[in-house]
């Protein structure tokens, strides 16, 4: 079962910064937050991880709170092209959670 | 540098028959899981082929099964086949050794398997 707890939906404006949060309450001392999205009829797309410092690269910003137990991934600039299903997944890099289990993520529409 | 390929893309079977689908993964890759993606869901784990081993297997039942070959690659095939069985079956590659174990997946676009 996946262990994050993210929005069914949300929406935002064009050329607008896109926030998306993601709960995990029960994330293990050894386990990253990753996200992944997905365009429709594509496969998921990896984006960015983190283990408990804020990243940034190319694509999105990731922050995490000092506790662990909640993060956000940010798209600075969001286009139409990202529209997607985003997916946030805790996942240790070995042994038993380091098989990548997707809930059913947040449905993110872009509008003009 | 091809990423993961899948064929076929789109698939029609009838009931109770049996498919294989096929996987090569990205170049560098040495492991492929398989996920199946019903509509509106997010991707399921089926099972995961390491050196031409299962090493690990979600919550599918044995008419699912899949093979590894020398050169990486990979098949998933399911037998008696069901109405339920339609989905997106998606491959995913990666290299989980060393500091690559922190990457993500590398996903391909799937294959949509429509059962009637």
């Known amino acids: 079962d996946a262990k994050t707890t993210q929005p069914t939906s949300m929406d935002c404006a064009e050329g607008r910064a896109a926030n998306l949060p993601c709960n995990h309450s029960?994330?293990?001392?050894?386990?990253?937050v990753y996200w992944y999205r997905q365009i429709h009829s594509q496969g998921p797309q990896y984006i960015i991880h983190g283990l408990k410092n804020n990243e940034t690269n190319e694509m999105a910003s990731l922050i995490i709170t000092e506790d662990r137990k909640s993060s956000t991934l940010i798209l600075p600039h969001a286009t139409l092209r990202d529209t997607a299903v985003y997916y946030c997944i805790v996942r240790a890099p070995s042994g038993g959670s380091y098989i990548p289990t997707f809930g059913r993520g947040t449905s993110l529409i872009v509008h003009p | 540098d091809a990423g993961v390929t899948q064929s076929p893309t789109h698939l029609i079977k009838t009931r109770g028959q049996q498919v294989t689908l096929r996987c090569s993964p990205k170049s560098g890759h040495d492991t492929v899981s398989w996920y199946q993606q019903a509509l509106g869901q997010g991707p399921q784990f089926i099972f995961q082929y390491y050196e031409e081993e299962e090493r690990q297997r979600g919550n599918f039942p044995d008419r699912f099964s899949g093979h590894q070959f020398p050169n990486y690659s990979s098949e998933l095939n399911v037998n008696a086949l069901l109405l339920g069985d339609s989905a997106l079956y998606l491959c995913?590659?990666?290299?989980?050794?060393?500091?690559?174990?922190?990457?993500?997946?590398?996903f391909g676009s799937g294959t949509r398997l429509t059962v009637v």
């Open positions: 995913a590659s990666s290299f989980d050794r060393g500091q690559a174990r922190y990457y993500g997946y590398t």
């Open positions: 029960t994330i293990s001392g050894n386990e990253y």
